[in-house]
């Protein structure tokens, strides 16, 4: 944790402790191991060549344990092994299953999907609850125990309901008529979809914000208001003539990040990561 969060005071806040309990497992942690961890430049802690070694040994004690963990609890005899998959909320249910395509298709797997939130997603102790994770966000340069690979990208694309207008609809008088359902500030796509709006000098009203597509997909087919999504989110409703496209963003694109450990020792997780980027990885 100090290594990812760079310093004792917020790793002792990530880990619910205080910064003296936690600086003095540090001490004792070094005493036993023979040598300083952590370089010391200013307030901040960086992690040295010894503590590279001891974080690779520790991660891999992890997956160890996790690998256990997934032996035991499984019924005995049972040919499946379980696979924990997070999936933050900006990524709708469907995208998901067609990442996971690949490991669903495999008999020998149990999957178990779970939404992961984005804070819960840059939390080290947290993402650990899960093997392999799909968010439209990457993890920072600085994350040691998780790997982020680009596997897909998507163009974001105005949708409203087929109900709100018959014929052609321009996007000012739809912004004029409609209000929009807007991403959250932890949203990349926040800036992008709000410097398009620059762009074409449009200034719809705020319905609220969220980061959960199915969510504004949903508003969006009540006829409450407009939204603009990855296509991947919209498709299937656009061809059912649901929903309607207004107009395809031209410079803005919604990213698939496919996230996992890079240390991962279970031979069957690391075949599902395989068949996944085999399959989508650019």
Do not use: W
């Amino acid at each position: 944790m100090v290594a990812t969060e760079g310093s004792l005071s917020a790793a002792a806040k990530a880990l619910s402790v205080t910064q003296p309990t936690l600086s003095e497992q540090l001490r004792q942690l070094e005493d036993r191991l023979g040598g300083p961890l952590f370089d010391r430049k200013g307030r901040r802690l960086v992690i040295n060549e010894r503590g590279k070694r001891a974080l690779s040994y520790t991660l891999r004690m992890f997956n160890i344990s996790d690998e256990l963990e997934h032996e035991l609890v499984s019924p005995r005899g049972s040919r499946a092994h379980t696979i924990s998959v997070g999936v933050t909320p900006s990524l709708s249910t469907s995208l998901a299953i067609h990442f996971l395509l690949p490991v669903l298709k495999k008999a020998s797997f149990h999957v178990l999907v779970n939404e992961l939130p984005l804070d819960d997603l840059r939390d080290p102790i947290k993402r650990r609850n899960f093997d392999i994770v799909f968010s439209d966000q990457s993890l920072p340069h600085k994350s040691l125990d998780f790997k982020s690979v680009k596997i897909a990208e998507s163009k974001l694309v105005i949708v409203c309901s087929a109900k709100h207008q018959k014929g052609k609809i321009n996007l000012k008088n739809l912004s004029k008529n409609l209000p929009y359902f807007a991403f959250t500030q932890n949203s990349h796509l926040r800036f992008e979809i709000e410097h398009f709006f620059g762009i074409e000098k449009i200034h719809p009203v705020v319905m609220g914000e969220t980061d959960e597509s199915h969510f504004m997909r949903l508003a969006t087919q009540m006829n409450l208001c407009f939204s603009i999504l990855p296509i991947e989110v919209v498709q299937n409703e656009i061809k059912a003539g649901v929903l309607k496209n207004i107009k395809t963003l031209p410079d803005a694109t919604s990213s698939t990040f496919l996230i996992y450990r890079p240390q991962e020792s279970n031979p069957h997780i690391l075949s599902a990561i395989e068949s996944i980027r085999r399959r989508f990885q650019k």
